[in-house]
Every structure is written in structure tokens, then in C-alpha cells.
């Protein structure tokens, strides 16, 4: 009997795409972050599709990744959003490659590389105003710029910030952080010669403050169909990612009858248990443990005991009438019912991100194109 499986709808990035695209200025262009092997969708054909509906720009962690994606986009611009190294520059220039400079002794070891090898190399320059990860700091970043824009093998063609946070009803950085980029972004304009690409806003942003769209957005989980849900945000997205598996077997058990590893589920009363080709091992989080929900032919059913290392067990109820071999949904829809990675990712206390790119890598992923109007 098989594992799980994932099927991803790219229908629903198409339809997710053009949500974005028409909430955004023409000349606003758009950066999809496919960080993680697409947030776990798989990057070929996750990059294949949204450069077919007009995606110019991805963004990935590392320069592996960037690879992956200048193989499914030939034409497409890629940034990468981590550090990279000086022995990186090569590849960077024959892929088309742009990386970030993360302060000025960053920048200046790029150069030399890319001197060496007799090129110049297009960078974004990274302003931290805030989230203090990666990045020189806006008050500095003028300076930094400076000292950078004249060196041969560099060609600063971008800036960029990233907020820590953007809330509309709750204090929160992001206000603060924009004006801090707008400052820096106010001197550097002055000195620079040409117009620069700017970028700052991720999904949040984008959900909330139209005027910070600038050159370019960066969505990321928002193309995925996830945290578009509040009704004062500019659209909605759907997610893409169902991930499924199969009832391996049903049985009745009589009530105070302990379930799982150290028994922290009793039966309180005589129901039917389903015991799914899923756990630990597959990526579905431990912390859903007496906690999640399982679709089977089209009910919720919850998790009971603990998840273990390949199996979970989920109760169908006294009447609860599966067989194995039944299709289990553990993200998505079945039916008239849904369970998707929100719900869990509240129930395991963490977010979305984290439950989707958990999921096993070696899990197969089926595409479908599904016409979403």
C-alpha cells in the first residue's frame, strides 16, 4: 500500500496570479518567491505555469535554487535572496543571475570576483530597516551605496527592504520601516545615475498597502492560497496543495480502550478507528496530535493519539463505515468538506509555511490543471 501523495493544482496558481496581477499597477511587476522547492509545491512546474501567465521575476534562497529555476524559465529574472559567495559570481553571470549585497565588505568581495573574471555583475542592494537579519542598516545604506556604485565589477540595479511585520488594526514595524526605506531610497536616488528597481513588499504587505507596491512585490505564500482570507484585503487567493494518503485499516473498539504511543487518547466510548498511511516520517507535524482532522469519505474525523512515525489513527465515530483502501485527505478538500494547512497550522501553533514545506520531499507530486475563472 502506498504512501501519501500530493496534487497540486496549477489552475489555481493561474487563477492565484491573475487575483494579483489585477490589483496591481501596469508597471508594477511581480517576484515570485519559490524559496524551499516552491514552499514544498516542487519548482519546476510551479515556475513553468507562472511564467506562462506572465511571472518576469523569482526569488529563491539560494543559488542552487536559482539554478532549478533558470532551467524551467529560461527568459525569466531571478534574485536571490540569501548571501552569496565570491565563487559564486561565474555562475551568477552565465545564468543571469542577480544576488543581494549585504553591506559594503560584501559588496566589495563580489567586485573583485566579478573583476577578476572581467564582467560586472547586477546586484540589489539590501536595506535592513528593521527585521535586523540580512542587510546594511537604512542609515548607513546611503554611504554604503556610495562606496559601492563606483566599483567596475558591480552593477547596483536595485534596492529592497523586508518587513518583520505589517498589521492593519495592531501596532506593528512596517509603517516605520517604510519610511526609514524611503529616507535611504530619497539619498541614494540623489547620487545614483539611473533609475533603480525597488521592492519591498512580501504577501502581507501586499494584502494591505497598495502604495508600497513600487517596481515590484514579492508574494510568496499569498500565490500558494494562503492569508488572503480577512475581507479588507485587496483580493483573494486559492490554495494549490492537496496532500492525501490511504486508510490502511479499520477496526471497532470497545470503549476505554487506550490509542497510541503512551496512551493519551482513550476511547471514551465503542467507535470505529481508521489507522492512515501518514505521520511523522511524511511530515504531518507531531504537535497535531489529538489535535487534527482527517477528511474520509467526506467527514471531518479527528486525530486521536499520538501522531507516530508512519501511521496516525483518526476516529470515525460509532458508525463510522471506511475500509482500507479509502482515501484519506490530510490537506485539502473531499466532498463538502476542506481541511487546509491555516486550520492546522493554528492548531499545531505555527503557520502555514511551516506545514507545507515539512512535507516529505520524496512524497509524489501529482500536477493538474484545473480552469478557474
Known amino acids: 500500500m502506498k504512501s501519501s501523495w500530493v496534487e497540486i493544482d496549477l489552475g489555481a496558481l493561474e487563477f492565484n496570479i491573475r487575483q ?89 568581495a563580489l567586485a573583485d570576483a566579478a573583476t577578476a573574471l572581467g564582467c560586472r555583475l547586477p546586484v540589489h542592494l539590501k536595506i535592513d530597516t528593521g527585521m535586523g537579519r540580512l542587510g546594511v542598516l537604512w542609515e548607513q545604506a546611503p554611504a554604503v551605496f556610495a562606496q559601492l556604485d563606483g566599483l567596475s565589477g558591480l552593477e547596483i540595479s536595485g534596492i529592497c527592504t523586508h518587513f518583520a511585520s505589517v498589521e492593519v488594526r495592531k501596532p506593528s514595524l512596517g509603517c516605520t520601516q517604510m519610511d526609514r526605506f524611503l529616507q535611504a531610497e530619497s539619498e541614494i536616488r540623489k547620487m545614483a545615475e539611473r533609475k533603480l528597481f525597488r521592492h519591498v513588499s512580501s504577501s502581507r504587505a501586499i494584502l494591505y498597502q497598495n502604495e508600497w507596491d513600487l517596481d515590484a512585490v514579492r508574494p510568496g505564500i499569498l500565490l500558494y492560497g494562503y492569508g488572503a482570507g480577512e475581507p479588507r484585503m485587496r483580493f483573494k487567493t486559492k490554495p494549490l496543495l492537496q496532500w492525501k494518503t490511504v486508510v490502511m485499516q479499520v477496526k471497532r473498539l470497545p470503549a476505554g480502550f487506550p490509542v497510541g504511543y503512551y496512551s493519551t487518547y482513550v476511547t471514551p466510548a465503542p467507535t470505529v478507528v481508521a489507522t492512515i498511511a501518514a505521520g511523522y516520517a511524511d511530515g504531518y507535524h507531531r504537535a497535531l496530535s489529538n489535535k487534527g482532522v482527517v477528511l474520509i469519505r467526506g467527514r471531518r474525523c479527528p486525530v486521536i493519539g499520538r501522531v507516530s512515525m508512519n501511521w496516525i489513527s483518526v476516529d470515525l465515530g460509532p458508525d463510522g463505515d471506511a475500509a482500507a483502501g479509502d482515501e484519506a485527505v490530510l490537506i485539502g478538500e473531499q466532498g463538502e468538506s476542506a481541511v487546509w494547512a491555516d486550520e492546522l497550522a493554528r492548531m499545531a501553533r505555527t503557520i502555514p509555511y511551516e506545514l507545507l514545506t515539512s512535507i516529505n520531499p520524496s512524497a509524489e507530486r501529482h500536477y493538474i490543471n484545473t480552469r478557474i475563472s
Not at 511587476?29 to 514544498?40: E, H, L, T
Not at 532549478?68 to 524559465?73: P, T
Open 20 to 108: 494579483v496581477r489585477q490589483a496591481l499597477r501596469a508597471e508594477t511587476a511581480i517576484m515570485f518567491v519559490v524559496k524551499d522547492r516552491a514552499y514544498g509545491h516542487g519548482i519546476p512546474s510551479v515556475v513553468k505555469k507562472a511564467a506562462s501567465a506572465g511571472v518576469d521575476w523569482f526569488g529563491v534562497a539560494y543559488v542552487h535554487e536559482a539554478l532549478e529555476v533558470r532551467q524551467a524559465a529560461p527568459h525569466a529574472d531571478i534574485l536571490v535572496l540569501g548571501a552569496v559567495e565570491p565563487g559564486d559570481v561565474s555562475c551568477l553571470k552565465e545564468n543571469r543571475i542577480t544576488p543581494l549585497v549585504l553591506d559594503e565588505a560584501h559588496g566589495r
